[in-house]
C-alpha cells in the first residue's frame, strides 16, 4: 500500500454522476442537515449531532484526521443536485501489514436508491486498488442495513461472516455486524471478465 501517496492529498475523484473530493467549510449547511437526520445514523455507529457549531468543526476534524494519516473522508457531491454535498465515504481503520483498510459511506436521505452509493463505492474502490495499491478492502455492515449489503455486492464485495456481539457502536452499544471483503485480485479478475 502506497500509504504516501494515500495521505499526500485528498484527490477529486470524478463519476459519471457525482464528484468525490474533500469536504470544505462552505458545506457546513448541507453537512449539518447530514448528520442531524437520525434516520441516516439507524446503521452506523455515529451519533446524530443536533448542533450547528459541532458539525462546523468537524470540517477541521476531518483535515486533522487526514493529517495524522488515521482516516481519509472525501465528500460526494450529485450532479442531480448542483454538485452540493450529499454525502460522505471515508476509508479507515488502515492496516499497512497486510494492505488493508475499511470503508464506510452515508447519504442524505433523499438520494437514498439513486445509484449514488454504488457510485461512491466504485470510484473509491477502483482508486484504492489502482493507484494506492490496497489488498483487501473491508466494509462492517448491521444485520438489518439490506441497501448497504446491495451496494457491496454490486461492486463485487463477498459477505465473508457475521460477528456477533462483536463491536461496540457509539449510540447503538454491543453490535452484531456482517463482514464484507473485496481483494485486489478479484477486483481485477472481475475487470477482465
Known sequence: MNIELLFSEIPKLQGENIILKSVE???????????SNEEIFIYCGIIPKKNKNTVKNM??????????????????????????????IDVFNINQRVDMLTLGYFLEEKSWGKGIATEAVSIIVSYLFEHINVNRINAEVMLDNNP????????????????????????????DLEYYGLLKEDYLKNRRG
Do not use: A, C
Not at 467549510?25 to 448528520?35: Q, R
Not at 473522508?73 to 443536485?81: A, M
Open 25 to 35: 467549510d462552505k458545506d457546513v449547511e448541507e453537512l449539518f442537515s447530514i448528520y
Open 59 to 88: 470540517v477541521g476534524h476531518f483535515g486533522r484526521d487526514f493529517n495524522k494519516k488515521d482516516k481519509v473522508k472525501w465528500g460526494i457531491y450529485s450532479e442531480n443536485n448542483g454538485f452540493k454535498l450529499v454525502g460522505i
Open 148 to 175: 448497504s449489503k446491495n451496494v457491496l455486492m454490486k461492486n463485487g464485495f463477498l459477505k465473508e461472516g457475521t460477528i456477533r456481539q462483536g463491536n461496540f457502536w457509539p449510540g447503538k452499544g454491543i453490535v
